[in-house]
C-alpha cells in the first residue's frame, strides 16, 4: 500500500512569505503529526491531529499551524518565514496514534530553505 | 521533562564489524515507550523497533539487536556484521506512556558510515 505522501519535496521561499505543506498519510490512518528537522535543533515534534481535531502541540511560535482535513490529509502552514525556518518538515502518519501504538510511518519529508 | 541522549555523533567502521549505537534517556513516567528509527539520504524515517516500559527483554532481529535496561535508562542497539546498506543517520526516541499520542522526543542522532 502506498506510503505517507508529502508534497512539495523542495521548495524556495523568502523571507516575511508564507508556505503551505501538504501530508497525505497511509489509506486508513486517522492521526498525523509533524516534525521540523534541522541541524542546530534536530527533530522537534510540531503538532499531531487525529480525526480533524489537534490534539498535540510542540513548543513552536503562532506562525507554525496545521489542519486535519476529512480524509486525514493534513497541512501545516508558516506565516511570515524566518531564516530560522529553513528545515526538512517530516510528516508521520499512524492508525490511530494512541498509546500503544507508536510506530510512526514517515513521508520522505518537504525541504523548505528560506532566503 | 523527557530527553534522550545519543552521545555518539558520527561512527564509522569498516564492512562486517559489530558497532553499537548508545542511547540514554530520561523521564519520570513510569508507562513510556521506546524506539529506534533509521534515516537514510532519502530523508524518511524507517521504524526498527518499539519496546514499552514494562519489557525489559532483549530484541534480536537478523543482524540487529537492542540491549534495554532500566536499571541504566539505556537502549543501546547493535548491528552485528555491519553493511554498507547500514549506513545511515539512526534516531533512539520517547514517548510518553498514556497521554502523549504521536509526540516522540527524539535523540540527536547517530550517523554511521560503513566502509567497504
Known amino acids: 500500500k502506498a506510503g505517507v505522501t508529502q508534497t512539495p519535496r523542495y521548495l524556495i521561499k523568502t523571507r516575511g512569505q508564507q508556505v503551505t505543506l501538504s501530508c497525505s498519510p497511509i489509506s486508513g490512518h486517522r492521526s498525523v503529526s509533524w516534525y521540523q528537522q534541522t541541524p542546530g535543533q534536530g527533530l522537534q515534534f510540531l503538532f499531531e491531529y487525529f480525526s480533524e481535531t489537534q490534539r498535540n502541540k510542540g513548543n513552536f511560535p503562532g506562525r507554525f499551524s496545521g489542519r486535519q482535513f476529512s480524509n486525514s490529509r493534513s497541512e501545516m502552514n508558516v506565516s511570515t518565514l524566518e531564516l530560522g525556518d529553513s528545515a526538512l518538515y517530516l510528516c508521520?502518519?499512524?492508525?490511530?496514534?494512541?498509546?500503544?501504538?507508536?510506530?510512526?510511518?514517515f513521508g520522505e519529508g518537504s525541504r523548505l530553505t528560506v532566503l | 521533562a523527557q530527553k534522550v541522549t545519543q552521545a555518539q555523533t558520527e561512527i564509522s567502521v569498516v564492512e562486517k564489524e559489530d558497532v553499537t549505537l548508545d542511547c540514554v534517556y530520561e523521564?519520570?513516567?513510569?508507562?513510556?515507550?521506546l524506539f529506534w528509527y533509521k534515516q537514510p539520504p532519502s530523508g524518511e524515517l524507517v521504524f526498527l523497533i518499539r519496546r514499552n516500559s514494562f519489557d525489559e527483554q532483549n530484541e534480536i532481529s537478523g543482524r540487529y539487536s537492542w540491549n534495554f535496561q532500566k536499571s541504566t535508562s539505556s537502549f543501546n542497539f547493535t548491528i552485528t556484521a555491519s553493511q554498507v546498506v547500514d549506513s545511515a543517520v539512526y534516531f533512539c526516541a520517547l514517548k510518553k506512556g498514556e497521554t502523549s499520542g504521536s509526540r516522540l522526543t527524539f535523540g540527536e542522532g547517530t550517523q554511521l558510515t560503513v566502509n567497504p
Open positions: 508521520a502518519s499512524s492508525l490511530v496514534g494512541g498509546p500503544g501504538t507508536g510506530e510512526l510511518f
Open positions: 523521564t519520570r513516567d513510569t508507562t513510556y515507550y
